[in-house]
């Protein structure tokens, strides 16, 4: 069994940065793959991105050279570090690892 728990969403203006967190309940670096999801309102669940516990990443087009993931292994922790946001980057953003789901956090980019 696999907790996650992200946080760090929230109200932002577009061009800004944002970072999410996803904290695990078990040593990450037994995680062999992470990933990032996003789901935006009235739509299906997307991909994001992820990483593997050999610190291999991989995004959708649509962030690539603004989204990074990263993770610290002495936190047990999953990064999503989001800069340059845009409207469309809202969205319920959540963690996950094999079929282990966290409750999500909001981003929300807004004028």
């Known amino acids: 069994q696999v907790q996650l728990v992200e946080s760090g969403g929230g109200l932002v203006q577009p061009g800004v940065s944002l970072r999410l967190s996803c904290a695990a309940s078990t040593p990450i670096f037994r995680l062999n793959a992470v990933h990032w999801y996003r789901q935006a309102p009235g739509k299906q669940r997307d991909l994001v991105g992820g990483i593997t516990n050999g610190g291999r990443t991989n995004y959708v087009d649509s962030v690539k050279g603004r989204f990074t993931i990263s993770r610290d292994n002495a936190k047990n922790t999953i990064y999503l570090q989001m800069n340059s946001l845009k409207v469309e980057d809202t969205g319920v953003y959540y963690c996950?690892?094999?079929?282990?789901w966290g409750q999500g956090t909001q981003v929300t980019v807004s004028s």
């Open positions: 996950n690892y094999d079929n282990f």
